[in-house]
């Protein structure tokens, strides 16, 4: 865990005005680097966008695998000036040209058909040119310099270039210069990524207009299509991401902000709907029971009506209301399970997977997500999760860009009627679901919280926030608190570090579990940032990944 002091008092970051005394700034992320990069944003004078800016692209060159211009995400962003939260989605969509009837789950997997019009490059920029203090040179400078000079290879980051280099170099064009340079795939050994460092370069020079209107968005397109892929020139250049307003309810004495759809997210509100009729004794078996019972019925309502809101009618209202929730509670028994919801348009064939629920994929298929926080000394907090959907997405780096794109695409159901059916232009039912945790009373911000983990992101959140709301444990060990992990086809998944006691009276509940080891990536990989009482800030990383949390 790390602390950082109090906040000061010029929201926007002020430089005339005097900065708070004590420590000034929180960074949460999945990477050294990344966190390293935000911080030092930060004590340049940046804010809590610009610090952003700098971890995304950090991240982007630390686990080229997970996220980077070529993804998609969705980010949230409290500007204490106003004490207003703003949705940025940039989340794509799929490319208008493609034809449903022709596509196999194949095509889907990986490859020059797998890919969603990225989104990532113009949610960070758009965000840097309306709320940032620094230049672009400034918040990429970190992330530049480790992509030309290279750093160490962390085991994770060997692992998944070797599961993942046969379908890179598949995808590569044969007069093209590999994008990853190492002279081996091991913990220790130098990864370069010079490629990477010149298409930085490019968009620090020549901004958001540069990857969609210019030459490096030429080269996108140029290489993708090469390979068969179908984005088109003009559907690139017009891609914009969108502002947005986030979706609430509350929760005991405290208001949960998340995205609206196409975020997944509404499930997360209705869960906690859900448990608020409820006294949860923190690690009772019935309060483990009621929190399964809540994630079950509101996963199912997700599956069943989420998707692109502009294709599809969510109920929303009603999924997010008190009544509704009320109806659900009447269904759920106190002392016995009501059983696992039906697998609707066959999720399993989506979703990765873990041994003894069925074969698991290869790490290039593997989801590959990542999430993270900053916060300023004037109290500006920003929470984004985004993605390449499997190990470096398509596969695809068109040629000389060093630009992996993502697979998203993947994660759309394939002529089943579902309301997340792939289509041209749609955007895909997103899982991503970064949050919020403010104060109902007066709404002031507590707490940043989020997590990688495809569906599993909408109830591991919940467990955490719960461990943390509910149970009053501190932000730390609300992360590291064991959970559990739900997947479609009914099958419940606990890290072996719960109470053999308490699984044994679930299953005289009649709950069906396997377990995981004691601390597994299959329930998430978390950070977060908590805004105490006292002014000062708390950050949290998740052993179950390489997170650090760092604040000055």
Known sequence: MALAA???STPHGDSTRPPATGRRGMVASASQHATIAG??????????????????????????????????GIGLVFMAEDGETRTINFSGHAPNDIDPSSMTRDDMEYGPLSTLVPGNIGGWLTMHERFGKLSRAQVFEYAIDLAENGYPMTPLVATTIADSLSKIQELTEPDASPPLEFTAIEAGALLRQPQLAESMRRVVDGGLEEFYDGKLGDEMCAGTQ???????RDELAAYRPRWEEPISTTYRDYELRVPKPNSSAFQMLETLNILEGYELEPGSVTTQHLLIEAVLKAADDRTRYSGDPKDVDIPLDRLISKEYAEEIRSGIAIDKFSGFPPERWNRSAVEASLP??????????????THFATADQWGNVVTI????????????APKGTGVFINNMGKWFDLNQGSPNDIGGGRAVDFVIAPSQIFSADDATFIASIGTPGSYGILHTTIQMIHQFLDC????????????????DIGALMFESRFEPDQLAALGNMGHTYDLLPPYTNAVGGAQAIHRTSHGTYLGAADPRRDGVAVGY
């Open 6 to 8: 109090q906040t000061g």
């Open 39 to 72: 911080l030092l944003t930060l004590q340049a004078g940046g804010n809590a966008v610009d610090a952003a800016v700098a971890v995304a692209a950090g991240l982007n060159v630390a686990e080229p695998f997970m996220s980077g211009m070529g993804g998609v």
């Open 226 to 232: 090469a390979l068969g892929g179908i984005i088109n």
């Open 356 to 369: 003894g629920v069925w074969n698991p994929p290869s790490a290039a298929q593997a989801p590959m997500t």
């Open 385 to 396: 999760t985004q993605t390449l959907g499997g190990g470096f997405g398509s596969c695809i």
């Open 472 to 487: 009053g444990l501190n932000i730390q060990e609300a992360i590291e608190a064991p959970r559990f992990r739900y997947y």
